[in-house]
Each structure stands twice: as C-alpha cells, then as structure tokens.
C-alpha cells in the first residue's frame, strides 16, 4: 500500500452528515474513531451494560481494521470513554478478552455523557500494521 490516505466508513448515515470516517489509513497508520455499542440496524446494544456495549464496539472496531488490512493485534493505543467509571470493570473485562495478549497502551476515562443516554461506552483504538 503507497502512504495514500484510505477512509473506512462503517455505514452509518450520519458519516457524511458530520464529515467523519469509522477509520483512516495513512501507510502503517490506523486510526479508528470513537466507536459505540451499535448493531448494524443502528439500535444500542446491551441497554444499562457496558460490558455488552463494550463487546459490540470493539467487534465495530475490528471489523474497520479489517477492512483497512489490519488485526487487533495490530493495536498499539485505545481510549475508553465511559458515563460512569465506577462500572470499569465490566468494561475492563471486555476490553481483556479482545486485547489480553495484545496490551495495548490504554486509557479510560469518565465523561458527563455521550451522545444517546442509553450509550455507556465508546472505545477509540490506534493501529500500527508491520511493513
């Protein structure tokens, strides 16, 4: 792949409203937006679980790699945004079972809320793929 710019868009009708992609890839660069716990009907997940919603959007963010040419093992940084920090466990489990040999540099954090209030979570994720 030349160091052309590849956007991934996820599907949502909202991308081109707002102007954003799921994904872009710069060379080796991946990065992945802000990603949510929503189906592929654009219904949220796990209603009052942020284990389920944290499950939903890291499979979202593995397929945007796919799409882009890489794996989760790829990651080297995710962002955890969460409405209610003291639930980080849920979330952390999660967050485990997709990245438990990975370790990727992590963060989370609590914010006041998201953009629907039945969302609890929304994870952001950075890909470095080998050459």
């Known amino acids: 792949m030349s ?10 009708p909202w991308e ?15 990065h992945v937006a802000g990603t949510t716990g929503i ?3 654009g219904n949220v997940v796990g209603k009052n679980d942020p284990y389920a919603q944290s499950v939903q959007a890291l499979k979202s963010i ?8 890489a794996r989760m093992a790829d990651v080297v940084r995710t962002r955890v945004f969460t409405t209610d920090i003291s639930r980080w466990q849920e979330i952390g489990r999660a967050h485990g079972e997709f990245f438990r040999d990975v370790r990727p540099a992590s963060t989370m954090v609590e914010v006041s809320r998201l953009i629907s209030p039945d969302m609890l979570v929304e994870i952001e994720a950075d890909a470095i793929v080998p050459e």
Do not use: F, M
């Open 62 to 69: 593995e397929a945007a790699l796919a799409k882009a040419g």
């Open 39 to 41: 189906d592929a009907e």
């Open 3 to 12: 160091n052309g710019r590849q956007n991934i868009s996820g599907g949502a």
């Open 16 to 30: 081109p409203i707002v102007g954003y992609s799921r994904a872009v890839r710069v060379g080796p660069y991946i």
